[in-house]
């Protein structure tokens, strides 16, 4: 994604001798750094060489606003020098992918980092098991102290969950320290138990009469013993409260007036603030300040384009320089942000004065934004705005990039606000492509859900990108595959009509097509196409899908049967998913069931299991949401399982494959060949149940049994009692020959059905 703007680039690793990480999205580069120090900062020498002594792996510094934790992690990573690793949260790290994204560019700044885990973190969604993964990724780098400030900021489940698991999973040696407002989301109890956890809480970081008295000297205002105890009383040692008291006394007010009691949390802090900053500043700067506070982080060409006026980048330097708590977050000092507790003031003040204009000043940076290439920070503000047609037309354009990116928990939450916004323009477009989007998670409810809302959004029309809205219609019809194979065939055609030249969704309507030829029992059809849809593919570089029609003219040539070209197309393929690190995509599943099969025919036993192992990964993905190549794949896997002489596996992926047969009834030839395999399967001589017989629900668990998640919050994850959690457990204890969760997971990355 290109950005307009300087100081929000896109991050690269440090150093010229290193080359950067490619990340299919940007990250500012603010995050990687402390905000710069104020003049006359008080060094927080005694915490800091507290800090600097603790040996405990994790540590957490959390106390209400103004207690100085950034000024004190800071100045603790000062101290450590280039073995600390800075990351400021935002709202933008509630997708697991951007934050550990995040973490791991923090790192490969310090040293270098596996850059396998970055297409990893991307193909996977990074759910909470692949943080085991991630950290020997990063545990070549020597030992750090990572700072995540503002985790606060991080709210979603499954980012706090891999927030935990790699305070749990440290290699020997680093430390990981977190600032944050509220109670640090972090298995506290059994961390103290170890001895595992240093704890800085508002009463450390309150100030005694020294470093009050360096924070008011520093600040301009002169207090004898006495007015300092006086101060310290009234403030209990708040930072903040010692500095505005500083400001108010340097400005004229005399001590005695200054303020009341109150600490950083007290119901009247707002008035002080208001009292002593808004009413010293002039009309016009706080007209500024208040319109402005719509914004995260602001530069003057945005806050000109907010406050409709030149000369904003002056105003805010004028208003740094005065330590109006204005935050610089760049050395060139383009972008500035507001101290939490002055935007909040500042968001309360444009409340009471001017509520009529919040919705405009949000249009006006949408706008903005979407001008400057920002078109992620565009939505957040469209939202805002109640700007319904901006939105949808914004999602519609970014959904499927984004989501490729592997930011899941990004779309999920754009389109649960579009949840009910059938009037907006482009909803039904976007409805449709979320159907696929989650079709591919194996969400099949969901799946449907929004395939229902977007058929009942008006179908005429043309999108953006010049397709028709009914070619989107069909292009969502043929991938659910809901009214048989001729319909499938139908919609298909349409879409590969309707669907914009540039779109690259057209190819798969091309592949749908020839693969609906196979599906009547007609490979001489189907081939030509499948070869076309090939070349497309290759020549646009979408490696999944390569793969992918790899594998299907694998079915062709098995018809013929010619081996060695299904040997060969099977390795190409193989070769693709493994080359591109597309392990976890839902198109690998096909590839790596054909894989299994020619390596059986070449008699090779312990590669076709790895290849089963592989595609057993994904069966929780192979839903009746895409129930073609699902069905496929698990057919194909049959026949390794048959061949293996293992009916307990044969049996499993049969069931799955008849379970989609059932939502799915009119897919060709598939329902005879599942009943062909069912027969032979009743020939094989049975034995007792492996590991090959767990179920799709038993792989979506499996992965998380790797984690430090207790039953109840596995049972969250997964939106399951946690009594169907413990009887799920038992049957994969009993299948993988295990009695405990340590031999569970010890079994399965074994057989390869976990990943490192």
């Known amino acids: 994604m290109k950005l307009g703007v300087t100081g929000l680039s896109q991050v690269m690793s440090g150093g010229d001798h290193r080359t950067a990480p490619r990340l299919g999205f940007a990250l500012p580069e603010s995050k990687f750094h402390p905000p710069g120090a104020r003049p006359g900062i008080v060094v927080r ?60 560019v923090a790192l490969d700044r310090i040293g270098p980092v596996d850059p396998a885990i970055f297409p990893a973190l991307a193909s996977s969604g990074a759910p909470i098991s692949i943080v085991p993964r991630f950290v020997s990724a990063v545990a070549a780098v020597q030992p750090v102290t990572v700072l995540l400030d503002h985790a606060e900021a991080v709210t979603n489940r499954q980012c706090l969950n891999a927030i935990a698991e790699f305070a749990l999973c440290l290699p020997p040696g680093w430390q990981v320290a977190l600032a944050s407002r509220t109670v640090v989301p972090l298995p506290t109890a059994r961390l103290r138990a170890q001895g595992g956890i240093a704890e800085i809480t508002a009463d450390d970081l309150a100030m005694g009469p020294a470093e009050a008295g360096s924070l ?35 400005s004229g007010t005399r001590q005695s007036d200054v303020g ?68 610089p977050l760049d ?10 507790l002055l935007r909040e003031l500042l968001r309360a003040e ?60 990004t779309v999920r939450r754009w389109m649960e606000w579009l949840r009910d916004l059938t009037a907006a323009e482009h909803y039904g477009a976007t409805a449709a492509h979320g159907s696929l989007i989650f079709a591919l998670l194996g969400q099949a409810v969901e799946a449907e859900r929004w395939a229902a809302a977007a058929e009942r959004a008006v179908p005429a029309g043309i999108l953006p990108d010049g397709s028709t809205m009914e070619a989107t219609l069909a292009y969502m019809r043929a991938n659910l595959g809901r009214d048989g194979v001729a319909a499938m065939r139908r919609d298909a055609r349409i879409a590969w009509e309707g669907l914009s030249p540039a779109s690259p969704y057209r190819m798969s309507m091309l592949f749908t097509e020839g693969t609906s030829h196979l599906l009547e029992g007609d490979p001489a059809q189907a081939e030509p196409i499948l070869a076309h849809t090939l070349d497309l593919a290759t020549h646009a570089g979408i490696s999944p899908f390569v793969g992918m029609v790899l594998a299907e003219q694998c079915a062709v040539a098995a018809e013929r049967h010619d081996w060695s070209r299904v040997t060969a197309l099977a390795q190409r393929a193989a070769a693709v998913v493994d080359d591109g690190q597309l392990g976890d995509y839902w ?63 044969a049996a499993a992926v049969l069931a799955q494959a008849h379970g989609i047969l059932q939502q799915r009834p009119g897919l060709g030839v598939l329902p005879a060949q599942a009943g062909r395999l069912q027969a032979d399967l009743a020939t094989i001589e049975a034995r007792a149940v492996g590991p090959s017989a767990l179920t799709a629900a038993e792989l979506r668990l499996l992965p998380l049994l790797s984690t430090h998640l207790p039953v ?10 946690p009594h169907t959690i413990k009887s799920e457990m038992k049957s994969i204890y009993r299948k993988l020959g295990a009695t405990t969760r340590t031999q569970a997971v010890t079994r399965s990355r074994e057989l390869g059905l976990l990943g490192l």
């Open 260 to 327: 009341f009691t109150f600490t950083g949390d007290d119901v009247y802090m707002g008035d002080y603030l208001r009292s002593e900053l808004l009413d010293r500043v002039s009309a016009a700067e706080v007209s500024f300040l208040i319109r402005t506070s719509v914004l995260d982080r602001m530069c003057g060409p945005l806050c000109d384009a907010i406050v409709a006026e030149q000369g904003s980048g002056a105003v805010l330097e004028r208003l740094e320089a005065r330590n109006l708590l204005v935050i």
């Open 712 to 721: 109840s919050e596995i049972a969250t994850e997964l939106f399951l009692s």
């Open 45 to 104: 020498a005694a915490l800091v060489e507290r800090l600097a002594a603790t040996r405990a792996p994790v540590i957490t510094v959390a106390a209400p606003p103004g207690y100085g934790k950034t000024t004190l992690m800071a100045q603790w990573a000062d101290r450590i020098g280039p073995r600390a690793a800075w990351l400021s949260c935002d709202d933008e790290d509630n997708d697991p992918v951007v934050l550990l994204t995040a973490l791991a």
């Open 587 to 649: 198109t690998s599943a096909l590839v790596y069931a054909w894989a299994s099969r020619a390596a059986l025919h070449e008699g090779n036993i312990a590669q076709a299991r790895r290849y089963l192992g592989r595609a057993s990964r994904l069966r929780p993905l192979l839903t009746y949401a895409l129930p073609v190549v699902s069905v496929q794949a698990l057919l194909e896997m049959a026949r390794a399982y048959i061949t293996l002489a293992d009916p307990g596996g």
């Open 350 to 409: 444009l409340r009471r004065r001017e509520p009529g204009l919040i919705q405009d000043l949000h249009f006006r940076a949408a706008m903005w934004f979407e001008a400057n290439d920002m078109p992620e920070a565009a939505i957040d503000h469209a939202q805002a705005a109640g700007d319904y047609d901006r939105v949808a037309r914004l999602i519609l354009e970014l959904q499927n990039p984004v989501w490729a990116s592997g930011r899941v928990e």
């Open 216 to 250: 008011l000297k520093g600040a301009g205002a002169e207090v004898d013993e006495a007015g300092l105890r006086d101060l310290l009383q009234r403030t209990e040692g708040w930072p903040t409260g010692l500095y505005l008291a500083a400001l108010a006394m340097e």
């Open 331 to 340: 050395r060139r000092r383009e972008w500035y942000r507001y101290h939490h």
